[in-house]
């Protein structure tokens, strides 16, 4: 079974531009969640899917993230615009159940703003 | 508040145990994690232990909780450069949203000849 694979690994961009993350998790998985990890600092809850709809997005930082999830299948995260306090790694994950013993996790997605 | 602590750093000679700790803030939390993160990879769970255990064994690695203290530990046996990773403790308050796992900062192992 593939895994939760995450796109791009890593993005450069500048301060100001857009830049669009895509999760795709494992298949038949309903529940889909991010978090990121800033500056070498703890991984912090971004927000969490079930199919479409968003669960709980309590830890979204601000009106400049925007998570979608059309169809219930890949998500995506765009940040619009960036700011230099966005760099990080972005972390996806999907589980099965729900439970959170059955998290599955992304690579990650390093975004650097500059 | 929802607060995992952990130590940044830890560095031991190959072959010897690593004892990673952390304290956690909600005694209420159900399950308690540790994640392991390799250079360049994603997130993997190493084991999680119930909050009405106090100790698990799995191979090399031995999970104590302290319920009381709310401290957590991993300790790894006969350590190896293949252990050299970022180490993470997480836990699950029920308080918060069931949807979500507070993780630490992260405790980098790194192995010495």
């Known amino acids: 079974e593939a895994g939760v694979t995450q796109f791009p690994s890593h993005s450069v961009i500048e301060k100001g531009q857009t830049v669009t993350l895509r999760c795709d998790p494992i298949s038949g998985h309903d529940n889909l969640y991010w978090y990121r990890r800033v500056m070498g600092k703890e991984i912090k809850f971004l927000l969490h899917?079930?199919?479409?709809?968003?669960?709980?997005e309590s830890g979204m930082p601000n009106n400049r993230f925007l998570a979608e999830r059309t169809g219930g299948t890949y998500s995506t995260l765009k940040v619009q615009p960036a700011e230099l306090e966005d760099s990080g790694v972005y972390f996806c994950a999907s589980s099965l159940t729900g439970r959170l013993y059955g998290y599955t996790f992304g690579s990650g997605t390093r975004l650097t703003v500059v | 508040g929802e607060d995992v602590e952990q130590s940044l750093f830890l560095s031991v000679r190959e072959g010897d145990s690593s004892v990673i700790n952390c304290t956690y803030t909600d005694s209420s939390s159900t399950y308690l994690y540790w994640y392991k993160q390799e250079p360049g990879a994603g997130l993997q769970l190493l084991t999680y232990?119930?909050?009405?255990?106090d100790m698990k064994q799995d191979q090399r690695l031995t999970v104590l909780l302290n319920k009381k203290d709310k401290h957590l530990s991993l300790r790894i046996a006969d350590t190896q450069t293949g252990d050299s990773a970022i180490y993470f403790c997480?836990?699950?308050?029920?308080?918060?949203?069931?949807?979500?796992?507070?993780f630490g900062s992260g405790t980098r192992l790194s192995i010495r000849p």
């Open positions: 997480a836990e699950s308050p029920p308080r918060s949203s069931a949807s979500k796992i507070i």
């Open positions: 232990i119930f909050s009405n255990m």
């Open positions: 899917f079930v199919k479409e709809s968003k669960q709980d």
